[in-house]
Each structure stands twice: as structure tokens, then as C-alpha cells.
């Protein structure tokens, strides 16, 4: 049979091989025929076309698996370093012996090679990684920290003024030394540590004594004035926190609303008899009082609580205490500074400005119906020995199992030492707070050193 359109380079058909003429088979290419090769065996098809592919040369394409080399030739190919074809034929000084150059690849171009070396896989986790660095940078480190703190939908610090009593070269009393100094500054640095981590706003006012009317000195009484002053300055403040200088915040971890505000109703008492240092009667008797000020807890809605204090074992202390924005504040603010009663009766307030509140709480049936009381340690917490000369007292002194938000030292001033306890105060709050890896240096790493050498570090 002749072929019209034969596949072989010979014309009219047929292969120049012998035992491969396809004249007898119809078909363009023989599937399996055994013909005699030069040394007279028996040869198939298949393994002769094997051994011609090895040899005549390469095939555009081949979907034969040929092994772990030529299946990851491009991606071990393409894994290998690259070099620079160019040379250089400078030298570095006329004298000197010629040295070629370190001729190395810019970053840009090493980064952009290792991106390509990349698959689709790591390139998305990669992504992911910097994605998430990024933000932790910017919410975190960045001063966009402290402002997305503030704002009313993510924190809600701008809710919120601290104000800190200072007196910049002492009061009409006394002149400060190293010690008041010291006390101060660190104070003052707590608190602003604390503001900046939160968003909240800081007002450090002068309490030195200032001559408010012509015939008066009012020493302590500027926290009222202040108070209102910081309510005009700070227009979307709502609660005011003032704090007396001997103060630290042991935990800066606690936030204000995770501490109280979000769950006010159930961290205050509205009730005073629950603890009454004071003996007071409570609620008033009389035959003109509404129902609100007839009950013990007022009106019972907790968004009527404008004050927010605590009490120990003298009564109310206003050391650190808190006032919301409202008419009713106003109005209290305006009383308790007023003049009148001041002259009237300041010599007998023992404790000044707080000594003018317990009088108004106790006579005034509109002051305690809107009047809370949190328990002391948490946010008025004593160090040990203060208002109790028996020991510890669960319910007034701090806490260090309890981890208690906040330490007042009240009355130091009176035999104590006052930058003694402020000191280590500030050093058992850094103790608890500590990282990860402070905790790794000084709790591993400075105990090994110290027991190879014998000498303490601080690391």
C-alpha cells in the first residue's frame, strides 16, 4: 500500500530503518513493532523511541514525570543567587595592587528577588504579618495611641479630667525641700503616664495660697474653684477626677470606665448606712421632704449620681473623688465655695473643704439624694498604719494580693514619712507591672548573674 502523504523523508513511504515499513499496517506510525537491530535483537518501539528522545534533543513540552530534578528545575533555578556580569577595571588608588569591587545588590533589588522567590501562599501570610505590624505600630506606639483613646467611639477618654493638686514653691506654711520636690515629680509623672495611656486629660493646678477675697486665705479650699474652672475649660469632659498630691495610681492597667464607670450601679453604695464613720441619720425625717429625698438610695437611677466619693475612718475624704457635669453640680460647687458660710464657720471645720461637705450632706436633703460612695480601696486605698493604729483593716488599707487601684497617702505629712512610702509605692507598682521582658531580666537573668558573681544588677 503506497501512501499519498507519507511521515517518512523517503518518498512513496516506508522508513529507511529496516523492519519499520508501515505499508502493511494502514497506520501513520507503528505502535509496538520488534525489528532486528544491528546486533540481530529484538527491539520494541517504545524503547527506541525512548532512546531517541534522549539523543536527538529536547522536547518543547512533556508531560512525562522525568524525575524531582526536571519536575523543580524553575523553582531551584530560580532559588539561586545572581551575579553581575559586569567588571570592574577601576582601582582604587594609582599605587595600589588592582582589587575588584564588592559590586552587591541593592536592598530594593534583594527585596524584589525575595518577593518573586515567594509563592501565592507565604505572599498572603506575608502581607497579613505587615498588615498586622502596621497597625499595632500605629495604634500603639505612635501618638495616634493617646487620640484614638479619646474619641467617644473607641475609648471615650475626653469623658474624663484628672486634676492634680500641686504647690509650686509651697504653701504660707512651709517653703518645699528635696523631699517635697521629689514627691511632686513623682506624682506628677504618674498621672501623666496614666492620661497618656488612656486618652483622659491632665489639669495640674497651683494649689499655693491665694487671696480670693479681700479679707480671706483660703488654704486647700481652691480644689472647688478649680473644679468649676476645669468644667469651662474642657467643654466635653463629664466626669472630673480630682486627686491630692500624695497620691499614686498602682495599677495604670485599669482603665476608668473598666474600673467603675462601666458598671456604676453595682461598684456604689447610695446608702450611707451600709458605712457611717460619721453616725449620721439617713434619710432625713421631715414632714416637707419629697418621696426621692424620704428614700435612703434617692430616686434609684444610677445617671442621677453627680458625686462620687469614699469615706474612711474620719468620714468623707477628698483626697481623690469624682464630680459629674451637671446643673446640680453647679449648684453644689456655688454653696460649698460660698463666702459666707466660710466666715461663718471655717473655725470650726476642722478639715477645711471637707468638713464644709459633711456639713452640706448632712443638712441638705438635695445633696444626698444625688450623693454615691464607692468603697474605699478602690479608689482611695491607705497605707497600712493610717487611720488605724491596730494593724491592717480589710476595708481601708491596700491590698497588694488584691492589686487595688489606687494609693492615697493621707495625712503622711502628720509623723509619717511621706516620700518613704511614696518610694515604695512607685517601686511595687513598677515590680507589678512589669513586661515579659523585664520579667525575664531581672527574675532569670540578674539571678544568674548574681550567684556567678555575687553583685546585684539592675538591668
Not at 112 to 128: D, G, S
Not at 222 to 227: G, Q
Not at 318 to 328: D, M
Not at 407 to 414: K, L, S, T
Request: proline share 5%; with cysteine.
Amino acid at each position: 500500500m503506497s501512501l499519498s502523504r507519507s511521515p517518512s523523508p523517503i518518498p512513496g513511504g516506508g522508513w529507511s530503518s529496516p523492519g519499520l515499513d508501515i505499508t502493511s499496517s494502514g497506520r501513520s506510525s507503528p505502535a509496538k513493532i520488534t525489528f532486528a537491530g544491528s546486533n540481530a535483537g529484538a527491539v520494541t518501539w517504545e524503547s527506541a523511541r525512548i532512546k531517541s528522545r534522549g539523543v536527538a534533543g529536547y522536547p518543547s513540552f512533556s508531560t512525562q514525570n522525568q524525575g524531582f530534578f526536571t519536575r523543580n528545575m524553575r523553582s531551584i533555578t530560580r532559588s539561586l543567587p545572581s551575579f553581575s556580569a559586569k567588571k570592574d577595571i577601576g582601582y582604587r588608588d594609582k599605587d595600589e595592587k588592582p582589587r575588584p569591587a564588592q559590586w552587591r545588590i541593592p536592598l530594593l533589588g534583594r527585596i524584589r528577588t525575595f518577593i518573586a522567590r515567594m509563592n501565592r501562599k507565604w505572599k498572603v501570610r506575608a502581607l497579613i504579618a505587615i498588615l498586622l505590624l502596621a497597625c499595632y505600630i500605629l495604634f500603639y506606639i505612635t501618638p495616634l495611641y493617646y487620640y484614638w483613646r479619646r474619641t467617644s467611639w473607641l475609648g471615650g477618654g475626653q469623658k474624663f479630667v484628672i486634676i492634680l493638686a500641686a504647690n509650686v514653691g509651697g504653701g504660707v506654711m512651709e517653703w518645699k525641700g528635696a523631699r517635697e520636690w521629689a514627691i511632686e515629680r513623682d506624682s506628677v509623672r504618674n498621672k501623666r503616664k496614666y492620661v497618656a495611656r488612656w486618652g483622659y486629660d491632665l489639669e495640674i493646678v497651683d494649689m499655693s495660697t491665694k487671696k480670693r477675697y479681700a479679707h480671706e486665705w483660703r488654704e486647700s479650699w481652691e480644689k472647688v474653684d478649680s473644679i468649676r474652672n476645669s468644667f469651662k475649660k474642657y467643654p466635653q469632659a463629664e466626669w472630673i477626677w480630682w486627686l491630692d498630691l500624695n497620691t499614686f495610681i498602682m495599677e495604670p492597667s485599669y482603665s476608668l470606665q473598666s474600673h467603675i464607670f462601666n458598671n456604676l450601679q453595682k461598684n456604689v453604695y447610695r446608702d450611707i448606712n451600709e458605712y457611717n464613720p460619721l453616725n449620721l441619720t439617713h434619710p432625713l425625717k421631715a414632714n416637707y421632704l419629697d418621696p426621692e429625698a424620704l428614700s435612703p438610695v434617692g430616686d434609684g437611677n444610677i445617671n442621677s449620681v453627680n458625686l462620687v466619693l469614699s469615706q474612711d475612718c474620719g468620714g468623707f475624704n477628698l483626697g481623690s473623688f469624682f464630680v459629674r457635669r451637671s446643673e446640680w453640680t453647679d449648684q453644689l460647687l456655688d454653696i460649698w465655695w460660698d463666702p459666707v458660710s466660710y466666715e461663718q464657720k471655717h473655725m470650726e471645720w476642722e478639715h477645711k473643704e471637707q468638713s464644709s461637705l459633711q456639713q452640706l450632706y448632712t443638712t441638705q436633703p438635695w445633696i444626698r439624694s444625688h450623693t454615691a460612695f464607692l468603697p474605699q480601696r478602690m479608689i482611695n486605698s491607705f497605707p497600712t498604719g493610717a487611720c488605724n493604729e491596730n494593724g491592717n483593716d480589710t476595708r481601708i488599707h491596700y491590698d497588694q494580693n488584691d492589686r487595688d487601684f489606687f494609693v492615697n497617702m493621707a495625712g503622711c505629712e502628720f509623723g509619717r514619712d511621706c516620700w518613704g512610702e511614696m518610694y515604695n509605692f512607685r517601686e511595687l507598682s513598677y515590680y507589678l507591672n512589669r513586661n515579659p521582658w523585664e520579667r525575664f531580666k531581672e527574675d532569670l537573668v540578674a539571678v544568674i548573674w548574681f550567684k556567678l558573681t555575687g553583685q546585684k544588677v539592675r538591668l
